[in-house]
C-alpha cells in the first residue's frame, strides 16, 4: 500500500456521472435511438481510432490542433489518433465498404468523440455525440438535406424539448453574395468565418474584423443588410440585385419548402444566413440548433451537406447530408436546468430481504427469480444485518418495494410487500406477488 | 481534391463491423445489458481516459506497456492514457465518489477499452468488456462471490451459449501450497504466471521454466499433483498433508457451495487450480470460463475479488469482485461459428414506395408516420425510380414489407401490401395496416 493515495480528483472536460445522472443520459440515448431506428437508420460504430491522414484530410486547422494522438511503448499506435467528430469517420467507412453497402446508406452512430481543447465552462474534450447521415453514391437527392430537421424535431419533441429553433442556411448562399459584390473568393471563406462568431463577439467587433479585411464600408453595409433577410424571397431578391449566383439560395429554398411538406413545423425553421458552422467539410445545406431563452448554450445539434468529404478517400463521390447532436453537454445542460428526472439511482425495483438467511436462503432466491423472469430487477439482500438497516439500504438506494418473509409468511405462502414510495404494506399471495408489483409499477 | 486517395484500409486489432453484425452485437449487448438490470447493477460509464498514474497503479508490467498514452497539439492530454480495463477506472470511482455511492456497490459498465499489444489473430486493440462488480466498504461479504458465476449462467443461458465450464480458483491457494513446500514468496508469483501459461505451452515447457527457477524435481511433482485436484475435498487434504494455509481453500469452498446453492448448475462450475488470470489485482477467488470444444478461443469471461486495489487511491478499503466478458472477441468467434444470426442489415420494417411523389408525398409520409408511431422502422422511398428499382432496394437492404399505393388504392382507403420475405401480397385497408404487419412480424 503506498503511503500518499494516487489523486482521483476529476480530469478537467472528461465528465463522468453518478448513478442517477447515467441512468438519466442512458434513457435519452435510448430514447434518441429509437427515434432514429424508427426512420431506418442502422447503427454503425467505427473505432474511437482514425489514422492521422484521414482525421486531417479535412476539418479545419481548428479540428487538427484539438486531435489526441496515440502512443505507446511499442510505438503500435503512432500516426494514430482518437476522432473528434462522427462525420470523417463515417465518411471514411463509407468509402472502404462502398461495395457492401446500399445506398442512400442510412446510419446512425452514438458514440463518444475527443477534443484536445483547453477545457472551459460547457465545453468537455470527452463527449457523446448521436449523428445520423444519409450517404448516397454519386448523387444524393435533395429531399434528404428536407428530411434531416423533421427527424430533429421529433427527436427533441420525445426528450420533451419542445421551444427550439433550428436555423437553416446554406454555404453557397453567402460565398455567391460576397463573390458578387466583389470580395475575392480567396478571402470569402475568411469573412464567413468572421460571421460565424457573430452570435459571441457582437456586430462591432464582427464588423472591425472584416474591415481589416480590407472589405469597404459599402460592401459591409450590403452585407450586413443580406444577413438581416428573414424570408427567402428577401434573401433571393437581394442576390438578384448584384446579380449573385443564385444555386445555393434556390436549393434553400427547395429544402425548406419540402421540410414542411414532410411534417416541420413552419415556426421552428428559421432562415439564419448568418450561420457558417465551424467544421470545414459543409458545402451546402447548414443547420445549427438552438434551444429558445438558451443562446447562451450554443447550438446543441448543427450539421449539414457533405458532397466532398468521401473525396479524400476514394476517386468516386459520396454525398452526405446529417446532424450531430452533442449530447453530453445538452444533457448537462438539462440537467442543470431542472428538466430530466434524476431521482433514481438503481435499475433495481424490488429488494428481497433476508429474515432467516440459513432456513430460508433458496426460498430468498425463488422469489427473486420469480420476479427477474418477469422482468423485475430485483436484488437479494445477502447481508447479516438487521430488518431496519435492509430497508434502509433500499430506501437510500429509491429501490420502490421490499418484500419481507418469514416463518409467518412461508408457512400461508404469502410475502409481505412493502411500499417504500407509498408508505404503505400488504400481504400478498406467492401467486398474486409478480402481479401487484407489476401493476404498481406501471400506476 | 487529391490524386492520391488517403488510405481506407482497415488498422490492424481495431474491428469494425457491416450493418448486419453492428446490429447482431447490438442485439446481444442489449440482452447482457438487461440480465446485469434484472440482477440490480446499475450503469456507469467512466471517461475512457485516466491520469496515467491511476492506470500504472496495479495491473502488472504487461498492462503497462500496453496502455496507450494521449498527447495533442497544445500537450493538453499529457500524462493521460486510454483505459485498459474497467476494473481499475471503477476502483478509482468508487474511492472517489464513495461519501455519494450506497454500499454494497452493484454496478454495470459495457465500454471500449485499447490495449497496445501486437495485433495478432483473435486479438484486438480496441475491444468491448461487458463487466460487473459489486464493492464494499471496508467489507465485503463472500456470498458475493458466489453471486457472480450464478449471475454469468444466466447471461450466458440467454445469449444461447449453453456448452461453458466456469473454472474456479482462489488466489491464495496456490500460493499457499508453493509457500508450504518451501518456495520462497518472492518467487511464488512468477511460479503462478508460469503455471497460467499450461493451457497454451503444455506441461513440457513449463516444467522446464518452474525448473529454471530453482524448485527441485521433488517440488515440481508435489506441484503438478496438487494442481490435477479434481475437488476441493481432495485440494484440501493435500493442503492439509503439507501444512499449508488454509484460509484460500476454505473461502473456496464456501463460494463454490454457496454459488449451488444459488443456482450455479453444478457440472457448470468447475475447480481449476491452474487459474491464475494475467491482471496483478486479484486477490481471492478468480474465475475463467472456456467454451465446450472451444479452449483455443480462450476465456471469454474472467475476473476475480479483488480487495486491496483501491488502496492505491485511497487510506480506506473497497473491496471488490466482479468479471468482464471480452465481447468482441466472443462475438467474433460466434459469429465465425454461425452461432449468431446476422441476416438483417437494417432496423427498417417497411419501405413507402413513391408512386407518384408530386400527387401523394403527403399522403405517404401520413401511412409511414402511422407506422412510426405505432413502432414499427419506417422509410420512405424519396428518389424517383422506378417502382421495380424501389422494391429492389428493400430486397436488397432485407426490409420485410413494401406499400404500395396509387390512385386505385387511395380512392378505396385501401395500400398494397407486399410481403417480400413471403412473396405474397394483399390489399389490406388503412385502418388494418398496422395491426397486419405487427401481426405478420411477430408471428
Given at each position: 500500500?503506498?503511503?500518499?493515495?494516487?489523486?482521483?480528483?476529476p480530469?478537467?472536460?472528461?465528465?463522468?456521472?453518478?448513478?442517477?445522472?447515467?441512468?438519466?443520459?442512458?434513457?435519452?440515448?435510448?430514447?434518441?435511438?429509437?427515434?432514429?431506428?424508427?426512420?431506418?437508420?442502422?447503427?454503425?460504430?467505427?473505432?474511437?481510432?482514425?489514422?492521422?491522414?484521414?482525421?486531417?484530410?479535412?476539418?479545419?486547422?481548428?479540428?487538427?490542433?484539438?486531435?489526441?494522438?496515440?502512443?505507446?511503448?511499442?510505438?503500435?499506435?503512432?500516426?494514430?489518433?482518437?476522432?473528434?467528430?462522427?462525420?470523417?469517420?463515417?465518411?471514411?467507412?463509407?468509402?472502404?465498404?462502398?461495395?457492401?453497402?446500399?445506398?442512400?446508406?442510412?446510419?446512425?452512430?452514438?458514440?463518444?468523440v475527443?477534443?484536445?481543447?483547453?477545457?472551459?465552462?460547457?465545453?468537455?474534450?470527452?463527449?457523446?455525440?448521436?449523428?445520423?447521415?444519409?450517404?448516397?453514391?454519386?448523387?444524393?437527392?435533395?429531399?434528404h438535406?428536407?428530411?434531416?430537421?423533421?427527424i430533429?424535431?421529433?427527436?427533441?419533441?420525445?426528450?420533451g424539448?419542445?421551444?427550439?429553433?433550428?436555423?437553416?442556411?446554406?454555404?453557397?448562399?453567402?460565398?455567391?453574395?460576397?463573390?458578387?459584390?466583389g470580395?475575392?473568393?480567396?478571402?470569402?471563406?475568411n469573412?464567413?468565418?468572421?460571421?460565424?462568431?457573430?452570435?459571441?463577439?457582437?456586430?462591432?467587433?464582427?464588423?472591425?474584423?472584416?474591415?481589416?479585411?480590407?472589405?469597404?464600408?459599402?460592401?459591409?453595409?450590403?452585407?450586413?443588410?443580406f444577413?438581416?433577410?428573414?424570408?427567402?424571397?428577401?434573401?433571393?431578391?437581394?442576390?438578384?440585385?448584384?446579380?449573385?449566383?443564385?444555386?445555393?439560395?434556390?436549393?434553400?429554398?427547395?429544402?425548406v419548402?419540402?421540410?414542411?411538406?414532410?411534417?416541420?413545423?413552419?415556426?421552428?425553421?428559421?432562415?439564419?444566413?448568418?450561420?457558417?458552422?465551424?467544421?470545414?467539410?459543409?458545402?451546402?445545406?447548414?443547420?445549427?440548433?438552438?434551444?429558445?431563452?438558451?443562446?447562451?448554450?450554443?447550438?446543441?445539434?448543427?450539421?449539414?451537406?457533405?458532397?466532398?468529404?468521401?473525396?479524400?478517400?476514394?476517386?468516386?463521390?459520396?454525398?452526405?447530408?446529417?446532424?450531430?447532436?452533442?449530447?453530453?453537454?445538452?444533457?448537462?445542460?438539462?440537467?442543470?436546468?431542472?428538466?430530466?428526472?434524476?431521482?433514481?439511482?438503481?435499475?433495481?425495483r424490488?429488494l428481497?430481504?433476508?429474515?432467516?438467511?440459513?432456513?430460508?436462503?433458496?426460498?430468498?432466491?425463488?422469489?427473486?427469480?420469480?420476479?427477474?423472469?418477469?422482468?423485475?430487477?430485483?436484488?437479494?439482500?445477502?447481508?447479516?444485518?438487521?430488518?431496519?438497516?435492509?430497508?434502509?439500504?433500499?430506501?437510500?438506494?429509491?429501490?420502490?418495494?421490499?418484500?419481507?418473509?418469514?416463518?409467518?409468511?412461508?408457512?400461508?405462502?404469502?410475502?409481505?410487500?412493502?411500499?417504500?414510495?407509498?408508505?404503505?404494506?400488504?400481504?400478498?399471495?406467492?401467486?398474486?406477488?409478480?402481479?401487484?408489483i407489476?401493476?404498481?409499477?406501471?400506476?
Amino acid at each position: 500500500m503506498k503511503v500518499n493515495p494516487i489523486s482521483v480528483n476529476p480530469i478537467s472536460g472528461f465528465p463522468e456521472w453518478l448513478p442517477n445522472l447515467k441512468l438519466a443520459e442512458q434513457r435519452i440515448i435510448n430514447s434518441i435511438r429509437e427515434q432514429y431506428e424508427l426512420f431506418g437508420f442502422t447503427p454503425i460504430e467505427t473505432a474511437a481510432v482514425e489514422r492521422m491522414e484521414v482525421l486531417k484530410a479535412k476539418g479545419g486547422e481548428d479540428a487538427h490542433k484539438q486531435i489526441f494522438s496515440l502512443s505507446n511503448a511499442d510505438d503500435a499506435g503512432s500516426s494514430l489518433g482518437l476522432h473528434f467528430d462522427l462525420t470523417v469517420p463515417i465518411s471514411r467507412y463509407v468509402t472502404q465498404h462502398c461495395e457492401e453497402l446500399i445506398f442512400p446508406f442510412r446510419r446512425y452512430q452514438i458514440q463518444k468523440v475527443w477534443r484536445g481543447e483547453k477545457a472551459q465552462k460547457g465545453r468537455f474534450r470527452e463527449f457523446y455525440q448521436c449523428d445520423i447521415d444519409i450517404i448516397g453514391r454519386n448523387i444524393l437527392d435533395l429531399i434528404h438535406d428536407a428530411e434531416i430537421p423533421v427527424i430533429i424535431n421529433l427527436v427533441f419533441e420525445k426528450l420533451g424539448l419542445n421551444g427550439y429553433k433550428i436555423h437553416i442556411s446554406n454555404r453557397k448562399v453567402l460565398a455567391a453574395f460576397l463573390l458578387a459584390i466583389g470580395v475575392i473568393e480567396a478571402e470569402s471563406d475568411n469573412i464567413i468565418k468572421i460571421i460565424d462568431t457573430l452570435p459571441n463577439d457582437g456586430k462591432e467587433t464582427v464588423v472591425e474584423r472584416i474591415l481589416a479585411k480590407g472589405l469597404t464600408d459599402a460592401q459591409v453595409t450590403k452585407v450586413f443588410d443580406f444577413l438581416s433577410c428573414i424570408s427567402i424571397e428577401q434573401a433571393k431578391q437581394s442576390m438578384v440585385d448584384v446579380n449573385a449566383d443564385l444555386v445555393g439560395i434556390d436549393e434553400l429554398d427547395q429544402v425548406v419548402s419540402n421540410a414542411i411538406i414532410l411534417g416541420m413545423p413552419k415556426e421552428k425553421l428559421i432562415l439564419d444566413l448568418t450561420i457558417a458552422r465551424g467544421l470545414d467539410y459543409y458545402t451546402g445545406t447548414i443547420y445549427e440548433t438552438f434551444l429558445d431563452g438558451k443562446k447562451d448554450w450554443g447550438s446543441i445539434c448543427s450539421g449539414g451537406r457533405f458532397d466532398t468529404l468521401a473525396s479524400y478517400f476514394s476517386t468516386h463521390k459520396f454525398p452526405g447530408v446529417g446532424v450531430s447532436i452533442g449530447l453530453t453537454r445538452l444533457f448537462k445542460m438539462m440537467v442543470d436546468s431542472g428538466m430530466v428526472d434524476v431521482s433514481e439511482t438503481t435499475p433495481t425495483r424490488v429488494l428481497v430481504t433476508c429474515q432467516d438467511r440459513q432456513k430460508y436462503l433458496s426460498s430468498y432466491l425463488g422469489l427473486a427469480k420469480t420476479l427477474r423472469t418477469a422482468g423485475v430487477p430485483t436484488e437479494v439482500y445477502f447481508n447479516h444485518d438487521s430488518l431496519r438497516e435492509q430497508i434502509g439500504y433500499a430506501s437510500s438506494k429509491g429501490i420502490r418495494f421490499a418484500i419481507i418473509a418469514g416463518d409467518t409468511e412461508f408457512d400461508n405462502d404469502t410475502v409481505m410487500l412493502k411500499d417504500l414510495l407509498r408508505k404503505s404494506q400488504e400481504q400478498v399471495t406467492g401467486d398474486s406477488m409478480v402481479c401487484t408489483i407489476k401493476r404498481k409499477l406501471e400506476a
